[in-house]
């Protein structure tokens, strides 16, 4: 059984900092990808940050330089460091397994993000 369990999310201030984390099992094929993608109320998903095999990174405009996404191949973890949190941050986050034979896609539950002072 796939499981993808995350934790990390709450209530923070603007400004302020949160670590996400991922943690994946039960995934039988080889995992191309992991990262995060978020969506906000009457809004669509977006990217947030992804990480590929051999490292390669991806984040939307609006995080760089604010977010870093690690990843611990060993743990099948993937984590989501968000500093100098914005009010446009807050939204449901979630978390993204991609494996690329065969292409299929996991998801978490989501994580509720909230900035707010």
């Known amino acids: 059984q796939v499981q993808l369990v995350e934790s990390g999310g709450g209530l923070v201030q603007p400004g302020g900092s949160l670590r996400l984390s991922c943690a994946a099992s039960?995934?039988?094929?080889?995992?191309?990808?992991m990262g995060w993608y978020r969506q906000a109320p009457g809004k669509q998903r977006e990217l947030v940050a992804r990480?590929?095999?051999?490292?390669?990174?991806n984040y939307a405009d609006s995080v760089k330089g604010r977010f870093t996404i690690s990843r611990d191949n060993a743990k099948n973890t993937v984590y989501l460091q968000m500093n100098n949190l914005k009010l446009e941050d807050t939204a449901v986050y979630y978390c993204?397994?991609?494996?690329?034979?065969?292409?299929?896609?996991?998801w978490g539950q989501g994580t509720q993000v909230t900035v707010s002072s």
């Open positions: 039960g995934i039988r094929f080889s995992i191309d990808g």
């Open positions: 993204n397994v991609h494996t690329r034979w065969p292409a299929l896609d996991y």
């Open positions: 990480m590929r095999s051999g490292d390669s990174t």
